[in-house]
């Protein structure tokens, strides 16, 4: 029996409709920014394994930082116990994170760091005399995670569906989303902030959190806005003392360019999550972020009123020594500056496409580059699927969010490799659009 029909007869799938879905692709190793597959191929990680490889697969040093910690320490309770790894790692990321920002809550995934940030709000206002504040503000089409509190958060169109009548609700601001570099965008936010303003001028007082996706809302299609969007709806929810949770599970460690996408509209959230890239896409690891004055809410004598959340895995060490070693390499190896270069060529790049009669639109930020189709529904689209299978016969792996076709490669990628993917998935548009 081949790889596949072994995982065909006992594995089920994530985000997979195994009636329909083609064979999975039998990934033995991978280097860099390849997959090696078992046919002896290789193929390019345009999408950097759900954007989790953010320098490159099995980089030397990050092998070298998880065989040391193994050895060292493999796991210990997190709850009574500590470990170096877990401070040196909280310590950095204080260290970096956007101002303010100096508690550090370790958990596993981006869905887990993101349900931590909401019980955290929560909690935070109950014990600050205001347990009126329970509801969450949170944009359209925006995306957190799959676990209960992030989906409900998360725009339930694409999918929470079956869920929907167990989720809270929440209020949705609409996005005045922008193609082409919205670093350089200006565009007009007056209907989505005077829906925002109306929407405070009711709830203002009931609003916990504001809970966004900074400047790139990527599963949703990586929609983007612009700094001063993202900039005004945080100064208004926090006029009506909401707090602002900045979801950087996607955009951090440099995706846009900034090691922050909050930075580039000069935010400074209450909250922060993270995850993804923080292991360098090695291991799952997440963390929360928070103020000063949010971790103080939770001090008293009562044990009830510590958050009262906790992983078996919290802060594995193996997995704290690997995210330190992913902060060395990312600096070592200037990340931003790579970054800095996507962007460029993108910029460069990606407007020609638009002639395509099947393109509706492009944008790029950082080390993001976007194609959306016209036409297709998230789970419909066929156009951009025929462009996705046409890519991996050519040795490119993406995986179109609906109508959007993206790239968003490990940072280290070498940057005639990007070009190539991009030729590729050109040629591929040209045929089936
Ligand atoms: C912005 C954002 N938040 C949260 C998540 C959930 O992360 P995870 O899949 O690690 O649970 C994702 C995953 O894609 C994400 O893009």
Request: aromatic share 6%.
């Amino acid at each position: 029996m081949t790889l596949i029909d072994r995982d065909r007869a006992v594995v089920w799938h994530p985000f997979t409709q195994a009636a329909t879905a083609l064979p999975p692709l039998p990934v033995v190793s991978a280097s860099g920014s390849w997959l090696h597959l078992a046919d002896g191929t290789r193929v390019f990680d345009a999408i950097s394994s759900w954007w989790t490889c953010l320098i490159g697969h099995s980089h030397p040093q990050l092998v070298a930082a998880i065989a040391s910690q193994a050895a060292r320490l493999d796991h210990v309770i997190f709850a009574g116990c500590t470990h170096p790894s877990a401070v040196e790692l909280a310590e950095q990321l204080v260290a970096r994170a956007p101002a303010g920002l100096t508690r550090v809550f370790y958990s596993d995934d981006g869905s887990t760091a993101v349900e931590v940030a909401l019980k955290m709000a929560v909690q935070f206002h109950a014990q600050s005399g205001q347990p009126q504040r329970t509801r969450f503000l949170a944009l359209e089409a925006g995306y957190h995670g799959d676990t209960f509190g992030a989906m409900s958060v998360g725009d339930p169109a694409d999918f929470a569906g079956p869920f929907a009548p167990l989720l809270w609700p929440v209020s949705r601001i609409p996005v005045p989303v922008v193609n082409g570099d919205p670093l350089r965008a200006d565009v007009d936010m007056t209907a989505a902030l005077a829906a925002l303003d109306l929407l405070l001028a009711k709830k203002g007082d009931s609003i916990a959190a504001l809970i966004v996706e900074p400047l790139v809302q990527g599963a949703g299609g990586m929609r983007m806005h612009t700094p001063a969007f993202l900039q005004a709806v945080s100064a208004r929810v926090r006029a009506h003392g909401g707090l602002v949770i900045a979801d950087e599970v996607m955009t951090g460690f440099g995706r846009t360019g900034a090691l922050f996408a909050s930075t580039h509209g000069g935010l400074q959230p209450d909250l922060l999550c993270l995850a993804k890239g923080l292991t360098g896409g090695t291991l799952p690891l997440s963390a929360t972020l928070a103020t000063d004055a949010i971790f103080a809410a939770f001090l008293g004598p009562d044990a009830r009123r510590a958050l009262l959340h906790g992983h078996s895995f919290t802060a594995n060490p193996i997995a704290c020594a690997v995210a330190l070693a992913s902060l060395r390499v990312g600096e070592d190896e200037s990340l931003l500056e790579r970054a800095a270069a996507l962007h460029a060529f993108y910029a460069s790049f990606l407007p020609q496409l638009q002639a395509l009669d099947g393109v509706r639109a492009v944008r790029w930020l950082g080390g993001i580059g976007v194609v959306e189709l016209h036409g297709g529904g998230y789970h419909d689209a066929q156009k951009s699927q025929q462009v996705r299978d046409a890519c991996l016969r050519d040795g490119v792996l993406i995986r179109p969010l609906g109508p959007v076709i993206y790239t968003m490669p490990p940072l280290g990628s070498r940057l005639a490799d990007v070009e190539r993917a991009w030729q590729v998935i050109a040629t591929a548009l040209e045929c089936h659009t």
